[in-house]
């Protein structure tokens, strides 16, 4: 697995004695660390975060109160399921389509 260095994943001590660094060891699952300053080693997940802030963050917060983490992690999941199965993306793998029917077999014809 390979995250950044934020400190919900790593300690950065050799001890490595970190809750996130204990669980990936229990399940046998390597970890590496991007470069520090360098984003586009986990380029992916960095224009995810731009596009949930850009497209769902912005948005949502120009035209809704929220009074809670829950109703906003509400309206989060709702987006994720538009970004994973109506949105159309033009990344190298999906050329156009949504994330899901990258997963789908193809249908009969």
Known sequence: MITDNGKEFTTH???KNHDFEKLLTELKIQHRLTNVRHP??????????????EEFHQ???????????EKLNQDLQCF?????????????????????QLFQAPKAA
Do not use: D, M, Q
């Open 40 to 53: 586009w080693t986990n380029g992916a997940c960095e224009r995810l975060n731009c596009t949930i802030l």
């Open 13 to 15: 001590w050799e001890s």
């Open 80 to 100: 994720l399921v538009f970004y994973n199965t109506k949105r159309t993306h033009h990344g190298k793998r999906t050329k156009g389509k949504p994330p899901i």
């Open 59 to 69: 948005v949502a917060f120009r035209s809704k109160i929220y009074t809670s983490v």
